[in-house]
């Protein structure tokens, strides 16, 4: 069983920092690419970063300049730094990473169960 887990969320006032991670635990051969999405009260779930084993990164215009993804190979672990957050950064964070498992089933799409980021303006 391979489980996704995440930690730092909480509450921050506009134009504060947070640092996001996820943690990928279990039967694991390989990592390919790992992202951070985000759900907002009311909106559907969209990305907000993501990087590859290869170390390329895309993100979400909203998020450029003020977001940064890095992923800890040797820890299965990928990171979201959060920094200049507004009112409209609010939102569950969850993150997706792209799991070869050692076992069966193979082709899964694994999910954290989220965290939640408020930005208090």
């Known amino acids: 069983q391979v489980q996704l887990v995440e930690s730092g969320g909480g509450v921050v006032q506009a134009g504060g920092s947070l640092r996001l991670s996820c943690a990928a635990s279990g039967s694991i051969f390989s990592i390919n690419a790992m992202g951070w999405y985000r759900q907002a009260p009311g909106k559907q779930r969209e990305l907000v970063a993501r990087t590859t084993n290869g170390g390329n990164t895309a993100y979400a215009e909203s998020v450029k300049g003020r977001f940064t993804i890095s992923r800890d190979n040797s820890k299965n672990t990928v990171y979201l730094q959060m920094n200049s957050l507004k009112p409209e950064d609010t939102g569950v964070y969850y993150c997706?990473?792209?799991?070869?498992?050692?076992?069966?089933?193979?082709?899964?799409?694994?999910w954290g169960k989220g965290t939640l980021v408020t930005v208090s303006s």
């Open positions: 997706n990473e792209d799991v070869v498992p050692v076992f069966p089933p193979y082709g899964r799409d694994y």
